[in-house]
Structure formats: C-alpha cells, structure tokens
C-alpha cells in the first residue's frame, strides 16, 4: 500500500474529521459501499448513525447544527436516497442551518448508459442548497469538501451537497491534500462588522421614535448574539419580540421579551403592541408572512430598521430607513459601545411587556386550569413549564403544539432551546430532530412534540432511538386528524371537513413495542403524573395524550381567530 496515498473514500473520511465532523447520520446504499468500508477500516473520531430513512438523516442533522453551532452531516445512497434527502435539505438551507448532504452516485463510467438510480443530483440538489456539485475526480474530493465548509459557514449559513460517485472512491488522493481551515468547523465563521456610520444612523432614527419594538428572528440565536441584545434591550428599556424561530433571542423571563408575534404563536395582546409600534427594528429577521400575518403589521407608514447578515432581506418587503448589513453579534456589540458614552432616550419597554403578558397568560392560565376533559394543549405547556429542567431543549413539529410552545413556553434562559421547522413545515421533523438534537446536546434534557399525523411519518425511527438509547421524552398529541387543516377547514371553508380525519391509534402501544416506556393519557388528572414519570426516565419514553381537537380549540393562530 502507498502511504502517500488514499482512495476517494477515505479522504473523505479524512477530510471530514480534519473538518471536525463528528457525527453522520446516513442510510446504507450500493454506490455508498466504498465509503462505508473506509468509515469501517479507517481509525477515526467520526461516529456514523444508521438511520431508517433519509428525510430522518437530514432532519438530524439539522437539529445536531442547531444546538451545536456546528455543520450537520447526513448521506444517503443514488436513486431513491437522494430524493427522499431533499426535504431536510430545503428546510436547513431556508432557516440559515449549514447541513452537508453527501450522496453517491452511479460511476461516471455508467453516465448515459440508462443504469439503476442515475438521476442529475446536481440539477436535483440545486434549488435547495447553497452550493452543490458532483465530483468526477478523486483528487477533487478535499477541495470541493473545503469549497463545501466555506461556502456553509460564512456569510449567511445554508446546505451545500457533494455527489460522490461509485468509481471514483477508489481512485488515489494525494495525502497531502488533506488539510482543513479550522474557522470553518463552526459558524457563523469570519463574521464581518458593518460600517460604524450604519450603527449612528440607526441610533440616530431611533431618537425620533416613541413606540419602537424590535423584533428578532432566528438569525439573533444563529449569530449567538443574545448576550448583547439583552444589554440592548435593558440600556433602551425597550420591548422586544420574536418569530417563531427567533424564540430564544432573550429568555422568555427576560423583563423585556414579549414573545412570538405574528399569525403562528402570537396572541391579541403582543400584536397590538406591533401594531401600535411607531418604529420596528428587525434584526436577523425576513419579516416574511407568518410573523407579519401577511404583512399586515407593521402597517403602511411604520418606520423600518433593518439588521441583517444578508443584504438581500433588507428592503425586501418594507421601506427601510435604515439598514445594517452585517454579523448580528458585532452590530449589537458596537450599538451598545456607542450607548456607553451617548445619551439616548428610554421606552418604558417592561411596562409595556408586564402589561402585555400578563392579560396574555392570564387568559393562558384559565385554560391550563380547566380540569374538565377532553385535555386542552394549554394544560400540557402549563404541566412542561412546571417540569421541565432548566436547560432542555424542545423540538416540535410545525403542526397542533407548535402555535402553543411558540406562545406560551416559558424557556428560562436565552438561545437555541426550542427547534422547529418554520421554513418549509413539513411533518415528521420532531421524531428525528430530536435525535440530532440530543447527539450535539447529551446532557440536555430533549423533549419532542408532535400531533399524531406527524408521528405517522417517521415513527419508525423510534427504532434508531432506542437503539442508541436515548433518553428524549416524545409526546404525541393525539387527535385523529391533521388537526391544522381541520381548523383551517373550520376557518376557511365553512367547516366543510374533507380528507382531514384518520384512525385513532394507541402511540404507547406502538412505542411499547419497541421497548419503549410509554404511557396513554385520557383524562387531565393522569397528565402530569405520566409527563412527570416519562421526563424522569434515562431511557426513552412517550406520553400519548389524547387531546381537544384543534378546531375545537382556541389556538394562537391570527387566521382561526373570531
């Protein structure tokens, strides 16, 4: 054997640890045998998680980018693998996540010959990522690799792919190519500061306001620029709300944090004050149609700061005043140094946040008290806001908890502890994610939430959790229907149901079966008791609550509302 030598699969190996990968989520194919002979031969740092389906694998790696802040990597074989890999990778690249797709592919021998599972992953992969090639050379493997990281961690983050084809993980790679640039193992990586004179201009247009509101999006979390926030908020006294995604930019007990705004999770309460704002400060934010409702606040006339790492968002739907291109945490930074010596106004923003929250839970806390059946989701945010250990982490679908997490979890400390996926909402994300998320954050309690339509997509992953024995808490709300559309179907077409009901199943007894603690709630008073015993668990475990149907209920959603 030349020691000056690899093959094409084991430089990639190589080359992922030199990038610090540490974790691959991925499901075994043909055209992926010489890799997984390099992942098996080779001594290495890298663990590779057998998943049961690609959607999982990418939903995985994700969430381990979420919590980590560091690139998720999943792969998947030709054909079949890389289609079914494409929903985790949209939904990554639009929430700003770095997540690296690998896929093999047929030999480039075979193009154009008809075989099985040719199909272009590059077209393929192209409109959901952010960088996306197939290699045709051994050697390329290193360089395109580091192309990958760059192009994922600098700037605004997003998904990049890597088509590996059969023939060339055995041709040679000179060992020399192997070498990686340290920075790009987490992101943001090189963040760049905006212009001084962009932070007076913002300072100087927030002098002329009376009611100013910033309002976060996720990007604030992604920048790890909540430290500097709250200072912001506590030196202006100003109200500061988020989007669903932007949960976490302060710590829901944060005297300043408003909370979720907009048609998903927001409430009558924190909308008037978005609506009553003279002045919205956006930061790391789109201020696409969910926490806008569709662009109805901040209303026409409304001045507009705008702080993005992305010069594309600003302006997008707005007239900006004033807008800041550049990393969150830097931009914070500065405002608060030029703080330090200028005077500025102040906007009474806890008295304004006291007053919004507490009509807000106040009518929260009449529903979780409500002791009569069927169980309400108010009852189950209240019992997780009692029993929750500080410092879990909640994954959720984007379907019946997520409205009521979004408003009314009370997370105790700012970052990234609620995940869901607001980019493109597809089910069966919780199940899996939670998985990843609890690969980049062992010694945090996970809890995964999810309605039991969503638990059909991928429940067979319950296998890959309990074969690695993970201690998340599932639960399932159960309502025998995909309960958004029902209500949507309330709201929107005169109740006229269609297509929307399923079977009830018992989820425990499909958990229990493999070798999961589960337990079945049906009356209020067995829903602590059974979250309390499950969160106590160091294994896996799962409450399957049988719940108010959602068209029932009285959701935090603008369009449901009377």
């Given at each position: 054997?030349?020691?000056?030598?690899?093959?094409?699969?084991?430089?990639?190996?190589?080359?992922?640890?030199?990038?610090?990968?540490?974790?691959?989520?991925?499901?075994?194919?043909?055209?992926?045998?010489?890799?997984?002979?390099?992942?098996?031969?080779?001594?290495?740092?890298?663990?590779?998680?057998?998943?049961?389906?690609?959607?999982?694998?990418?939903?995985?790696a994700d969430a381990y980018a979420r919590v980590t802040g560091k690139v998720g990597v999943c792969e998947g074989p030709s054909g079949g693998g890389a289609t079914y890999i494409l929903p985790g990778l949209i939904e990554a690249s639009e929430s700003s996540y770095p997540v690296l797709a690998i896929t093999s592919d047929i030999s480039v021998a075979s193009?154009?010959?008809?075989?099985?599972?040719?199909?272009?992953?590059?077209?393929?992969?192209?409109?959901?990522?952010?960088?996306?090639?197939?290699?045709?050379?051994?050697?390329?493997?290193?360089?395109?690799?580091?192309?990958?990281?760059?192009?994922?961690?600098?700037?605004?983050?997003?998904?990049?792919?890597?088509?590996?084809?059969?023939?060339?993980?055995?041709?040679?790679?000179?060992?020399?190519?192997?070498?990686?640039?340290?920075?790009?193992?987490?992101?943001?990586?090189?963040?760049?500061?905006?212009?001084?004179?962009?932070?007076?201009?913002?300072?100087?247009?927030?002098?002329?306001?009376?009611?100013?509101?910033?309002?976060?999006?996720?990007?604030?979390?992604?920048?790890?620029?909540?430290?500097?926030?709250?200072?912001?908020?506590?030196?202006?006294?100003?109200?500061?709300?988020?989007?669903?995604?932007?949960?976490?930019?302060?710590?829901?007990?944060?005297?300043?944090?408003?909370?979720?705004?907009?048609?998903?999770?927001?409430?009558?309460?924190?909308?008037?004050?978005?609506?009553?704002?003279?002045?919205?400060?956006?930061?790391?934010?789109?201020?696409?149609?969910?926490?806008?409702?569709?662009?109805?606040?901040?209303?026409?006339?409304?001045?507009?700061?705008?702080?993005?790492?992305?010069?594309?968002?600003?302006?997008?739907?707005?007239?900006?005043?004033?807008?800041?291109?550049?990393?969150?945490?830097?931009?914070?930074?500065?405002?608060?140094?030029?703080?330090?010596?200028?005077?500025?106004?102040?906007?009474?923003?806890?008295?304004?946040?006291?007053?919004?929250?507490?009509?807000?839970?106040?009518?929260?806390?009449?529903?979780?008290?409500?002791?009569?059946?069927?169980?309400?989701?108010?009852?189950?945010?209240?019992?997780?806001?009692?029993?929750?250990?500080?410092?879990?982490?909640v994954v959720s679908d984007p379907g019946t908890g997520c409205p009521y997490l979004a408003a009314y979890l009370n997370l105790p400390q700012a970052g990234r502890y609620f995940i869901t996926n607001r980019a493109h909402g597809a089910l069966g994300y919780a199940l899996s994610a939670a998985f990843g998320a609890w690969c980049g954050r062992p010694n945090?309690?996970?809890?995964?939430?999810?309605?039991?339509?969503?638990?059909?997509?991928?429940?067979?992953?319950?296998?890959?959790?309990?074969?690695?024995?993970?201690?998340?808490?599932?639960?399932?709300?159960?309502?025998?229907?995909?309960?958004?559309?029902?209500?949507?179907?309330?709201?929107?077409?005169?109740?006229?149901?269609?297509?929307?009901?399923?079977?009830?199943?018992?989820?425990?007894?499909?958990?229990?079966?493999?070798?999961?603690?589960?337990?079945?709630?049906?009356?209020?008073?067995?829903?602590?008791?059974?979250?309390?015993?499950?969160?106590?668990?160091?294994?896996?475990?799962?409450?399957?609550?049988?719940?108010?149907?959602?068209?029932?209920?009285?959701?935090?959603?603008?369009?449901?509302?009377?």
């Amino acid at each position: 054997m030349n020691t000056n030598h690899l093959n094409g699969a084991e430089s990639l190996v190589r080359i992922l640890e030199a990038h610090g990968v540490r974790h691959i989520f991925g499901l075994c194919g043909d055209t992926t045998l010489p890799f997984y002979d390099a992942l098996y031969r080779l001594d290495h740092s890298i663990q590779h998680i057998l998943v049961r389906d690609e959607r999982s694998a990418a939903y995985m790696a994700d969430a381990y980018a979420r919590v980590t802040g560091k690139v998720g990597v999943c792969e998947g074989p030709s054909g079949g693998g890389a289609t079914y890999i494409l929903p985790g990778l949209i939904e990554a690249s639009e929430s700003s996540y770095p997540v690296l797709a690998i896929t093999s592919d047929i030999s480039v021998a075979s193009y154009g010959k008809y075989p099985l599972t040719e199909v272009d992953q590059a077209a393929l992969m192209r409109p959901v990522t952010k960088w996306n090639t197939v290699i045709i050379r051994a050697s390329h493997i290193p360089r395109m690799v580091r192309q990958a990281f760059r192009a994922m961690t600098t700037g605004r983050a997003g998904t990049a792919h890597l088509g590996l084809p059969y023939d060339i993980q055995y041709d040679a790679v000179e060992l020399e190519e192997i070498w990686a640039d340290k920075t790009l193992e987490s992101f943001p990586a090189y963040p760049v500061a905006p212009a001084p004179e962009a932070i007076r201009l913002a300072h100087d247009a927030l002098q002329k306001a009376e009611k100013p509101l910033i309002v976060c999006g996720g990007g604030v979390i992604i920048a790890d620029a909540m430290s500097e926030l709250a200072t912001l908020a506590e030196k202006l006294d100003i109200p500061v709300a988020t989007s669903i995604s932007g949960k976490g930019a302060l710590a829901d007990t944060n005297s300043h944090c408003l909370g979720v705004v907009g048609s998903n999770g927001g409430t009558e309460e924190t909308w008037q004050v978005m609506c009553a704002a003279d002045l919205v400060i956006f930061m790391g934010i789109r201020a696409g149609s969910t926490t806008t409702a569709r662009w109805e606040a901040p209303k026409p006339g409304t001045r507009i700061i705008h702080f993005d790492s992305d010069p594309m968002v600003i302006g997008a739907n707005y007239p900006t005043e004033v807008g800041i291109v550049g990393d969150l945490r830097l931009a914070l930074a500065q405002w608060n140094t030029l703080l330090e010596t200028e005077p500025t106004k102040t906007f009474n923003g806890s008295q304004t946040v006291a007053q919004a929250k507490g009509a807000k839970f106040a009518r929260f806390a009449a529903q979780a008290k409500n002791q009569n059946s069927p169980i309400k989701p108010e009852q189950i945010i209240d019992t997780l806001n009692r029993l929750l250990p500080k410092g879990a982490t909640v994954v959720s679908d984007p379907g019946t908890g997520c409205p009521y997490l979004a408003a009314y979890l009370n997370l105790p400390q700012a970052g990234r502890y609620f995940i869901t996926n607001r980019a493109h909402g597809a089910l069966g994300y919780a199940l899996s994610a939670a998985f990843g998320a609890w690969c980049g954050r062992p010694n945090s309690k996970i809890v995964g939430v999810m309605g039991d339509g969503s638990f059909g997509f991928t429940c067979g992953e319950l296998e890959t959790i309990r074969r690695h024995n993970a201690p998340i808490t599932y639960i399932v709300i159960s309502n025998a229907s995909f309960g958004w559309i029902k209500a949507s179907q309330k709201a929107d077409t005169e109740s006229r149901y269609y297509n929307v009901d399923f079977s009830g199943n018992n989820h425990a007894e499909i958990a229990r079966a493999m070798d999961i603690a589960s337990w079945r709630v049906t009356e209020p008073e067995q829903l602590e008791p059974a979250l309390k015993a499950a969160l106590a668990c160091t294994t896996p475990s799962l409450v399957d609550i049988v719940c108010q149907p959602l068209e029932e209920a009285d959701a935090p959603v603008r369009r449901w509302m009377g």
